[in-house]
């Protein structure tokens, strides 16, 4: 037994591993910080899973299989791991953005095993210029920071 052999992934490769671990940092990172659902482990974990999944998908295809169907029920069962990060109370729904944001990491892990690490990295980046560069742009126009966006330093608190 070599030392290829101990370290050795296959069929799955440690560059992508890598770049689904990178790819769930780069957002848990903005998540963490901010103090919201979803953080480092979480977004690393959902990326990576979904990479193994349609990686599995696409090493188990044959003329009578349909690896696309893996992606499908993913997307449908991220649906569940992102509803269980909304509330609501006292009529407003919070959460949202932290459903989205995982519902975007699963996307992310489809892409590393279909179109590929770098694409999946860029993408990871432009999620957070979303995130951070929208509280930028609210911050410089109050027009977009009315109704269910106004920004309360309480959310329990009734709106007037």
Known sequence: ???????????????????????GLI?????????????IRTSSLIVLGTYLFVALSLLSATESTDPSR??????????????GVMLAKKGMVIGVTSAAVIWALAALGVCIAIAGELVAIKLAIVIVLILHGVDVVELNFESLTKGIHAKYTNWRQPRP
């Open 1 to 23: 037994m070599n030392i290829g052999t101990i370290f050795s992934i296959e069929p799955f490769s440690w560059t992508a591993i890598g770049a689904s671990i990178l790819c």
């Open 27 to 39: 957002i848990g990172i903005e998540r963490q910080v901010r103090g919201k659902p979803a953080g």
């Open 70 to 83: 893996i992606i499908g029920q993913v997307v449908t069962g991220i649906g569940f791991l992102g509803a």
